[in-house]
């Protein structure tokens, strides 16, 4: 871990360390990091997918069709991740199409 700044994690140094003729399971790795504290400083990589076609289960109800004559008649939602300084946290807002507010969250 040292050798790698601090950068390595439990995969990496089990790579390194099998490749040097001790073996080392990165699950033992992952435990003996536990143990002895030790973090990778690098940031978990992170990919947004985004869906290529509907979900047949959740068919799409509005069609595009956004504009609303009464408040609590079209609630809709979306969940966005945001980075929380140590690792990513899901958000989930739901408002309301005629207010364009927040109802919960």
């Known amino acids: 871990h040292k050798d790698s700044n601090g950068s390595a994690g439990a995969r990496t140094i089990a790579t390194i360390v099998t490749d040097r003729g001790i073996q080392l399971s990165r ?4 435990r003996l990091m536990k143990e ?3 973090v990778s ?8 997918r985004k869906a290529n076609q509907e979900h047949i289960a959740v068919p799409n109800k509005l069609d595009r069709e956004f504009s609303v ?3 609590n008649q079209v609630w809709c ?3 966005t991740y945001i980075w929380s300084g140590q690792r990513w946290a899901y958000l989930a807002v739901v408002i309301d199409l005629y207010a364009r507010k927040p ?3």
């Open 69 to 71: 004559s009464q408040p």
């Open 27 to 30: 699950y033992r790795a992952t």
């Open 36 to 38: 002895l504290e030790l």
């Open 41 to 48: 400083c690098q940031l978990p990589s992170h990919r947004y």
């Open 103 to 105: 109802i919960g969250w």
């Open 77 to 79: 939602g979306d969940v």
